[in-house]
């Protein structure tokens, strides 16, 4: 039996529609210290969803 993927990291605008937020919330989150997201290209940003889980509460 093949096991449901589950992705380790969202962008911002997936996380926010995943955890029912706004993006500017995901991002003022991060600015605040509360999510820590990781750069990894010059133009895209992505957040580890096992953090993003734990911090909203959500069982994945």
């Known amino acids: 039996m093949r096991?449901?993927?589950e992705k380790k990291n969202y962008r911002a605008k997936e996380a926010a529609k995943v955890?029912?937020?706004g993006l500017?919330?995901?991002w003022a989150y991060a600015k605040q210290g509360k999510l820590h997201p990781k750069k990894i290209s010059d133009k895209v940003t992505v957040f580890n969803a096992d953090?993003?889980?734990?911090?909203?509460?959500v069982e994945a």
């Open 24 to 26: 500017s919330t995901i």
């Open 51 to 57: 953090e993003l889980h734990k911090f909203f509460k």
């Open 19 to 21: 955890f029912g937020v």
């Open 3 to 5: 096991e449901k993927l």
